[in-house]
């Protein structure tokens, strides 16, 4: 009997475990195994003999180290993995109090060994840094991959995290299918480097900050290193570093080669030529991206291209770079890693592989989940660029309208968007100001084309597609697009943007799924300057978003030929500015497609 009322009682645990919410970022059935951890810190060299400072977490039990053989998780990051603090004390930067959840260093107390490592060229780390996530970091991150699944404590299954740069390296080490590597996690990085740096042939804020050796100097010696002397040796390569920001301006097309090695880096630095061998290799990838942040296409794509091997996921936040929103991070991690390389079964692979916030909805509904995308079935609404800056759903009748570009377009990012750390190079008398992570623009110097106000709340979803219709007195004009949502007191909020140089303009097939969306060669062959008064289309997407926008607000697109986020843009002002002819209307329409929706449309599905 007694037996019997125990079997019930496991029983009904086991329901009620299963009945508990596991949606992303709660994990109820997470249990700590070990007590805390300890640090310790060596130089690994790598295929090429270059020593790379890796520190590693390993954990307790009892206040000794255990012996279990364990999966690793790793990070490989260029933003110092420990530092020397003000008062002298040596702090790892997964020991730091994060805003994404608890410090990832925890992670040991569930079972896990934690390695962390400064790139080559950074940290306590030796080597020269060419060029963000390139063919070096990839096998950098290949090496350090199979020389932490040998090490006694590991049990040869190695997982990846981390947020932008961190999260590109990720994608660098496995597009080099490291044996061991069965999992990643990237947040906010690339999948097409010249899409996410070079985007439509123009250079914008990302990977073009100005950098210098003085960002390494807290950075703190390996255990050995006990008079700093391999550390001060580090740090004295790193003055031969590269600037990402004259890599970019050097290779203006997706096909330029390096002239220091004379290598293709936009694509070496790219995942999407691995796709088969990543796929085949069996890595499971969980991707995040923000509506409000630049890669957001990124983690789309990435996610489009890598599911349907093995697990694959997509979260969409509503926030900004790196930004988690009410997503309890260090969870979220825990529930992968253990699903994935514990085979914990947790509920995750049950769930719909994606799960997005939209904003405008109230915070108990904003989040949901989908199955695929695009994530609405909606047909697109066209709107046509019209006389008197309007947007409209009918087809105006044939007219032009000129604006005439100008370089005074400076504006004030949200404060959400500005980078936490200090710029390394003061700003130069009379230049724009530093940009954020997000753009902005100020309609005074744009030219705008507004809609009608929405009679109803609406659900607007993922990329907009513009078709422009132009002509200039330049062979060449860069475009720039904004999307905004215009309440009726006449306050705006950019939501949406995009961009491409007019030479850049011709299309081809994308070398990967694509979510079929615009595809440009940015090869040097296929450059097309415009001749004088020759009318050319400019095709282009805005980045993805879910967003609702309310009853009696408007939708305001708007251009500029300059943007603040081009730190080089006095370098490419041309005198005299160009002008842009604009054709509304008629055959030759210029429109935007969005995908609209009422907002009931949404509240159905859930």
């Not at 290949?142 to 040998?150: C, G, I, K, P, Q």
């Not at 990402?244 to 630095?269: C, H, K, N």
């Not at 939708?555 to 603040?564: N, P, V």
Request: glycine share 10%; aromatic share 8%; charged share 20%.
């Amino acid at each position: 009997m007694l037996r019997m009322a125990a079997v019930a009682a496991l029983l009904l645990a086991t329901t009620a475990a299963a009945a508990q919410d596991t949606r992303p970022g709660v994990y109820p059935g997470a249990r700590e195994t070990h007590g805390g951890f300890v640090r310790t810190s060596e130089l690994v060299p790598v295929r090429d003999g270059v020593r790379l400072a890796v520190t590693v977490y390993r954990p307790t039990r009892g206040g000794r180290v255990t012996n279990e053989r364990l999966p690793v998780l790793f990070s490989f990051t260029p933003y110092l993995s420990r530092r020397i603090d003000a008062d002298g004390t040596v702090v790892g930067t997964l020991e730091a109090k994060s805003p994404r959840g608890r410090p990832f260093a925890e992670l040991t107390r569930y079972g896990y060994v934690i390695a962390v490592a400064d790139v080559r060229g950074k940290g306590s780390s030796f080597g020269v840094r060419a060029g963000y996530a390139d063919q070096h970091e990839g096998e950098d991150g290949h090496d350090l991959v199979e020389w932490l699944a040998a090490q006694p404590y590991a049990n040869g299954k190695v997982g990846m995290f981390g947020c932008s740069y961190v999260g590109g390296t990720q994608w660098a080490t496995a597009r080099n299918t490291p044996p061991h590597l069965r999992a990643i996690f990237p947040q906010a990085a690339q999948f097409d480097s010249y899409r996410n740096v070079r985007r439509g042939g123009l250079s914008g804020q990302f990977n073009t900050r100005p950098q210098g050796p003085e960002e390494d100097l807290p950075t703190a010696p390996v255990d050995a290193d006990r008079d700093g002397s391999l550390r001060e040796a580090a740090l004295a390569q790193h003055a031969r570093n590269g600037q990402m920001m004259d890599l970019v301006g050097e290779l203006a097309f997706r096909d330029d080669r390096t002239r220091a090695d004379d290598i293709q880096y936009w694509p070496l630095s790219s995942p999407y030529p691995k796709i088969d061998a990543m796929r085949r290799a069996g890595i499971a990838v969980y991707s995040w991206g923000n509506w409000m942040d630049e890669p957001a296409d990124q983690a789309l794509i990435g996610y489009e291209n890598m599911r349907g091997a093995a697990p694959a996921r997509l979260i969409m936040g509503p926030g900004g770079h790196c930004d988690v929103d009410t997503i309890d991070s260090f969870a979220e991690h825990l529930r992968w890693f253990d699903h994935v390389l514990k085979g914990v079964d947790n509920g995750i692979d049950r769930e719909p592989p994606i799960w997005f916030k939209t904003i405008g909805l109230p915070e108990a509904s904003a989040w949901r989940f989908a199955s695929k995308l695009p994530l609405s079935d909606t047909p697109a609404t066209r709107y046509y660029l019209a006389a008197a800056a309007r947007l409209s759903d009918r087809r105006p009748r044939a007219a032009r309208d000129a604006y005439q570009v100008t370089y005074a377009v400076g504006c004030t990012p949200p404060a959400w968007a500005m980078p936490g750390r200090a710029v390394s190079t003061p700003p130069k008398p009379g230049a724009l100001p530093e940009p954020g992570f997000w753009p902005c623009v100020n309609p005074a110097v744009a030219k705008g084309y507004v809609t009608a106000p929405m009679t109803q709340a609406m659900w607007l979803s993922g990329f907009g597609i513009v078709n422009l219709t132009l002509s200039s007195d330049s062979r060449d004009v860069p475009v720039f697009g904004y999307l905004e949502d215009v309440a009726a007191d006449g306050s705006a909020t950019l939501i949406t943007h995009g961009r491409l140089l007019a030479s850049h303009r011709k299309l081809g097939e994308a070398p990967y799924p694509n979510l079929g969306l615009p595809w440009h060669s940015n090869a040097r062959v296929d450059a097309a300057p415009l001749a004088p008064g020759e009318v050319a289309t400019l095709r282009f997407e805005l980045s993805p978003t879910s967003r609702i926008i309310a009853a009696g607000h408007s939708l305001r697109f708007s251009i500029t030929g300059a943007d603040q986020r081009q730190r080089n843009l006095a370098q490419l002002k041309q005198d005299p500015p160009p002008r842009i002819d604009l054709r509304l209307g008629g055959a030759d329409a210029s429109y935007i497609d969005l995908t609209l929706a009422p907002a009931s449309v949404l509240a159905a599905r859930r």
